[in-house]
Structure formats: structure tokens, C-alpha cells
């Protein structure tokens, strides 16, 4: 079968390999229909992912359908179309037992620490694999993993009805949390510098946005706001500014929601977060939202029409990389067909 591999930084190939076997009783061997690429993904390919081990099979967004399965498995049947939750915990940590795997101490992520979805074949846990309503396709399914990230976000700010959310950046991960912040009853502004991801998201239901190349991004989020502020703001740029912006900005009482792996330290004084009493925390990963997400489009109600810029065959997935490499400012989902 084929694979996609980064044999080390820089060098990304297509490989042979054998078709995995159903070994453990709890396994299910599903064959690979999309797999979607992550910012993450090119991390790993230019060696800035401090997480990734080489060689790795790529490949935490992947859905298929299952073709074989152990000998204790129910509720999965073959034949059945799946998505695949992309991380292995423990159970038994206290992150675990928090309910929290998704930052369990031994975590690993597929993809990342362990072999990932671009291979035509791969098995994985049983308790990993969700099976998906029946009228969503393929390239509609692809992008269920990147919704649980923006609604993990969501979830960690506590984002209620009324509550004004600030989304900073429309990239992907930005838009999914938009969808579902509006989906929990907020007011949703978002903030990019590319004019035609602002207007992607104000088609997705954004009710404000704000290029902050052009405006002043604080004293147009307090005009909105009534000069309260946002009561959550989720960062997704990503940097060292944009994370001292949302301390700043954020309403008294709010949460600011941190989605960068950024090492370089910030700059912000104790007093900005203690006057207003600010919840900061860590969105990483997600819990238990993978559930949330498939209910939410088996309602219809997160529309997916243009999300995915492109797709591509395996056989042009080094050209699909370099796409999103050359395109970064423009591309929401590439996504790789193994049809």
C-alpha cells in the first residue's frame, strides 16, 4: 500500500509499505478515504514541530471505511464510514482522570508521535473510531477533526448566549471556531489582515469583522462592544502580540483562550489580568468533542460550502504540500483523496 511520509525535515515522499493487520481484539482496520492537511502537518515537514519524531507517517485528520474488525468490537461494523479521533492516552493520569486524555502525561498523536492517516490502510483502537451519519460525504466528514479544535476553544472560554467572542484570525482554525461559537448563541467578531478570509468568515456567520491592518483593532472591538470588550477572545494567530492584545482586550470577567505553541515569551503585567480577574487558559487538542461535532452536521447546521480550497490524488501529495506552502494566506483545507 501507499504512504505518505516525512522521512525527516524537508523530505516528504510517497513509500510502500504492508497492509497493517487486525491484532489485538479491540482493533479495526479501516481503508483511508481523505486526509486532510494541518498547519500542524507542515510544522512537521519543515521541522519546527517540537512534538513530531522522524520518520512519521503524516496525518491526524483521516476518515475511511472499515474493512475488518477484532474480535470484541461492537457497534462498528464493516463496511461502515468513520472518522477517527487522533489521540492515545493513558486513562490513568490526572489529566486523565480529569476527563482531559487530550493532555494526558504519555499522549501520543497520530500523525505526530505515532504513524498517522496518509496510508491507503490503518488500524487503530476501537474506542477511537466514530462512525458517521449516513448523507455526510467523504469531503464533508475530512473536516470533522478541524471543527473539534474550534469547538475544544469554545468550550474552554465557556462561550454562553449573548457573550460577545473575538476570534483572532480567520485561517482554519479560526472559521471552526467561529461556527461554533455562533453555534453557542454569541456575537462573534473576527479579525484577520487578508480581506478575502474576512469575507469567507463573514459568510460563515461572522457579525463583525475588522481588518486590523486598516483599523484599530481595540477601539473598534470596544465600539462594538459598548466599550466592554470581548467577554471571551480566542487567539488563533498565535503570537507573542496577539496573546498580550487579548489580555488587554478582553472584558472584566472574560476568558482568553490560547491556541499557539509559541516558545517566545510574552510581555504582560500581572495587574492586566488581576483587575479585570481574567480566566486564561490552553486549548489543545480536544475532549470528548468529536460527538458534538458529528451532531452538529448531522443537523445541517454548520455550513461546510467552500471550505475546502483543494483536493488532490496521493499520487501529487508533495505538490499538494507545496500548495499550501506557496497559498498560506488564501487556503482553508487541502485535503488527499486515496479514491
Not at 52 to 65: D, K, N, S
Not at 272 to 285: A, F, P, Q, V
Not at 300 to 329: C, H, Q, R, S
Request: hydrophobic letters at 40%; a neutral charge; proline letters at 5%.
Amino acid at each position: 500500500m501507499k504512504i505518505g511520509v516525512v522521512e525527516k525535515p524537508g523530505v516528504l515522499k510517497i513509500a510502500d509499505r504492508d497492509v497493517p493487520k487486525v491484532t489485538n481484539p479491540d482493533d479495526v482496520l479501516i481503508k483511508v478515504k481523505r486526509v486532510g492537511i494541518c498547519g500542524s502537518d507542515i510544522h512537521i515537514y519543515h521541522g519546527k514541530n517540537p512534538f513530531a519524531t522522524y520518520p512519521r507517517v503524516w496525518g491526524h485528520e483521516f476518515v475511511g471505511e472499515v474493512v475488518e474488525i477484532g474480535s470484541v468490537v461492537n457497534g462498528i461494523q464493516k463496511g461502515a464510514h468513520v472518522v477517527v479521533e487522533p489521540i492515545i492516552y493513558c486513562g490513568k493520569c490526572y489529566a486523565c482522570r480529569q476527563g482531559r486524555g487530550n493532555i494526558c502525561e504519555t499522549l501520543k498523536v497520530m500523525g505526530v508521535h505515532i504513524d498517522g492517516g496518509c496510508q491507503e490502510y490503518i488500524v487503530v483502537p476501537a474506542a477511537n473510531v466514530h462512525v458517521l451519519p449516513t448523507p455526510l460525504s467523504w469531503d464533508e466528514a475530512v473536516l470533522i477533526e478541524p471543527f473539534t479544535i474550534g469547538a475544544q476553544a469554545v468550550y474552554r472560554g465557556n462561550v454562553l448566549p449573548g457573550d460577545f467572542v473575538l476570534v483572532m484570525g480567520a485561517g482554519t482554525i479560526g472559521l471552526t471556531a467561529l461556527q461554533m461559537a455562533k453555534l453557542a448563541g454569541a456575537t462573534v467578531i473576527v479579525t484577520d489582515l487578508v480581506p478575502a478570509k474576512l469575507d469567507y468568515a463573514k459568510s460563515r456567520g461572522a457579525d463583525f469583522t475588522i481588518n486590523a491592518k486598516d483599523e484599530d483593532l481595540t477601539a473598534r472591538v470596544r465600539e462594538i462592544t459598548g466599550g466592554m470588550g470581548p467577554n471571551v477572545t480566542i487567539d488563533a494567530v498565535c503570537i507573542k502580540t496577539s496573546f498580550e492584545q487579548a489580555v488587554e482586550i478582553t472584558s472584566a470577567a472574560g476568558r482568553v483562550v490560547e491556541l499557539s505553541f509559541n516558545e517566545i515569551k510574552s510581555e504582560i503585567a500581572p495587574v492586566n489580568i488581576i483587575k479585570k480577574e481574567l480566566t486564561i487558559c490552553g486549548s489543545r487538542l480536544q475532549t470528548k468533542r468529536f460527538p458534538v461535532v458529528i451532531d452538529c452536521l448531522k443537523q445541517g447546521k454548520i455550513p461546510l460550502e467552500g471550505f475546502i480550497t483543494k483536493i488532490y490524488p496521493i499520487a501529487d501529495m508533495v505538490e499538494a504540500f507545496d500548495f499550501v506552502d506557496k497559498n498560506n494566506a488564501s487556503v482553508r483545507k487541502v485535503v488527499i483523496s486515496f479514491d
